[in-house]
């Protein structure tokens, strides 16, 4: 009986010290940055946050079928709208960061920084970009690509990836020798990697905003609410910033 005692003591005390969690569901092209302010928030905060990176769309599939998310970073400002009401905190949604999308390649350029001239040489042969039909940055890249008359030169040489970050693995493995990126994993790229990247001109595709908001399972959780106005500080806006978002 004494031993029984001590044990559920034990366990009550044990679980007055285990940390609460929170489910961060991430556009695959915010992972980097992400991270960083995971450690921040954590250090401040006796909660754990617990990352789950993909495309936006497998995101969204995962949430509409109840998957246990608490906050959602979605790469763009459509698919959070698109979640059924009931499983949202009203007015919650709200920009994040505003990406850039860059052209990397590990070929030799020597020429002015202009993707658009690279492109048309020819000179990639294979050429990655996230998939048009799940991701946002994938979507913006073929908008580009259409906007500066290549598409159909390189319809049949797409290697297309799930995400963006598969794009970035396509490149670092030599499945591809160029791909359209966003400006946060070209900084990744070039720390293990030597290649040039070119500038992809923003009026040739649309704005891509990116919006988080907060699942109605979380509206009651003093750490998710927190989290958002963290995601809002000063403070994180200039870590967002240094991976090459725009922010307001």
Do not use: C, H
């Not at 285990?18 to 915010?30: C, G, H, M, Q, R």
């Not at 980097?32 to 993909?54: A, D, M, S, T, Y």
């Not at 109840?66 to 949604?93: C, E, G, W, Y």
């Amino acid at each position: 009986m004494r031993i029984v005692l001590l044990l559920v003591i034990l366990s009550i005390n044990f679980s007055s010290f285990a940390k609460e969690s929170l489910n961060i569901a991430v556009a695959s092209n915010f992972y980097e940055p992400i991270k960083l302010i995971q450690k921040q928030f954590e250090r401040k905060n006796k909660v754990n946050l617990i990352i789950i990176k993909g495309s936006t769309a497998q995101l969204y599939t995962q949430i509409i079928n109840r998957a246990p998310v608490d906050i959602f970073l979605s790469a763009d400002q459509i698919t959070p709208k698109k979640i059924n009401r009931s499983l949202v905190v009203q007015n919650s949604q709200f920009t994040y960061a505003t990406g850039k999308l860059v052209l990397w390649t590990s070929l030799i350029w020597n020429k002015k920084n202009n993707s658009k001239l690279f492109l048309e040489s020819e000179k990639t042969k294979i050429l990655s970009i996230a998939n048009p039909n799940v991701s946002p940055y994938g979507k913006a890249s073929k908008e580009y690509l259409k906007n500066i008359g290549v598409w159909k030169k390189y319809k049949n040489k797409v290697a297309l990836a799930n995400n963006i970050n598969q794009v970035v693995s396509f490149l670092y493995s030599g499945s591809a020798d160029s791909g359209l990126i966003s400006y946060s994993d070209k900084i990744k790229l070039n720390k293990i990697y030597n290649g040039t990247y070119l500038d992809v001109p923003k009026n040739l595709y649309k704005p891509l905003k990116q919006d988080a908001i907060l699942l109605k399972r979380s509206m009651n959780n003093a750490f998710a609410k927190k989290f958002i106005f963290f995601l809002k500080s000063k403070e994180i806006k200039m870590i967002i910033r240094s991976f090459g978002y725009i922010v307001d």
